[in-house]
């Protein structure tokens, strides 16, 4: 059985990639900021809570201590941000804490089993709004963050073996908190790419962007 970790999934596309992880066989593990909402959530689904705040490098390694090694990992937590990107520093520095760093520091402590064991699956959520092919949109320094996911997704894939692939995805506009009830997806179809790419077989792709499992344009 595949162990997973997702973050963000006490809610919205998050939960949704757990669950359907969870429906392929695997152990998920349910990171969640908030220890009381994930602990609902996973009381209502059968997963195991995750205390993690991405945005708190103390947080991760306690969370990486107590899971101990997993052979997916789903970065999906994020924050929306507002206004301009040089509006205000305290937002860009949230938004590249929980959609930068965050990962980035998971991908470094988990990465090395998955290398070791010759297996492993990285899904960075990111966003259209985080392509250059889309003129990096979205508000605040939500874009610029995605868009330096992407470039951390293609770097790692770049500098790992083959069996330990690394892919970022765009879910689409999706009914969530953060989406607004207006959006044309539902969670479950905004995380269908992202289950898929966190159960690649041997022969599946590795450093790409993808939407509805078709490749999209950085």
Partial sequence: M?????TG????????????????????????R????????????????VQLDVASPDS???????????????NNAGVLGSGGVLDDPDDFTDCMNVMLRGPFLLMHHLIPHMVSQ???????????WGAF???VEGPGAYGVAKAA???????????????????????????????????????????ETAIWLATLDENGPTGGFFRDRRSIDW
């Fill in 149 to 191: 996911l992407n470039a951390l997704t293609v770097s790692a894939a770049r500098t790992l073996p083959n069996a330990v692939k690394v892919n970022a995805m765009c879910p689409g506009w999706v009914r969530t908190r953060m989406g607004g009830s207006g959006a044309s997806r539902s969670p479950e179809e905004g995380a």
């Fill in 9 to 32: 999934a006490n809610r919205g596309i998050g939960l949704a990639i757990a669950e359907g992880l969870s429906a392929k066989g695997c152990e998920v593990l349910l990171g969640s």
């Fill in 133 to 135: 092919s889309r003129g």
């Fill in 60 to 74: 991760i390694f306690r969370a990486v201590k107590d899971v101990g090694p997993v052979d997916i990992l789903v």
């Fill in 2 to 6: 595949k162990r997973a970790l997702v």
């Fill in 118 to 128: 010759r297996y492993g699956r990285v899904v960075n959520v990111s966003s259209g």
């Fill in 34 to 49: 908030d220890p009381d909402a994930g602990r609902n959530a996973a009381e209502r689904t059968g997963l195991v809570p």
